[in-house]
């Protein structure tokens, strides 16, 4: 099994961009999906999770009110709309699954059982 992320790309400064995470052929139901990024020099840090099933969500103080985590049930496809990017988000975009209902709590991504490519997201003028 495996997830493929897409989406990324280059914007400037206050632009947006939407990030798909799909599945390879399995189904999202019962599954937590979290995107997860890092940049150069950094540690991975947590963005953002969505419980498929029950739909609820988390996200990192510093994107919240700009990013939005919302899921395709029927096309096992997790998004994540990103909005009035700034540089400092700026990273390789990882989405990453976990069948259960404990992943979402998890901001190290180390009990994340399933993980796509990364995606790079580059925010500059």
């Known amino acids: 099994v495996q997830l493929q992320a897409s989406g990324g790309g280059l914007v400037q400064p206050g632009g947006s961009l939407t990030l798909s995470c799909a599945s390879s052929?399995?189904?999202?139901?019962?599954?937590?999906i979290g995107w997860f990024r890092q940049a150069p020099g950094k540690e991975r840090e947590a963005v953002s999770c969505?419980?498929?099933?029950?739909?609820?969500?988390t996200y990192q103080d510093s994107v919240k009110g700009r990013f939005t985590i919302s899921s395709d049930r029927e096309k096992n496809v997790v998004f994540l709309q990103m909005n009035s990017l700034e540089p400092e988000d700026t990273a390789t975009y990882y989405c990453?699954?976990?069948?259960?209902?404990?992943?979402?709590?998890?901001?190290?991504?180390?009990?994340?059982?399933?993980w796509g490519q990364g995606t790079q997201v580059t925010v500059s003028s």
């Open positions: 052929g399995f189904s999202f139901e019962n599954y937590e």
């Open positions: 990453a699954g976990g069948f259960g209902k404990w992943y979402c709590g998890d901001t190290t991504g180390q009990l994340f059982g399933i």
């Open positions: 969505i419980s498929v099933s029950g739909g609820t969500t």
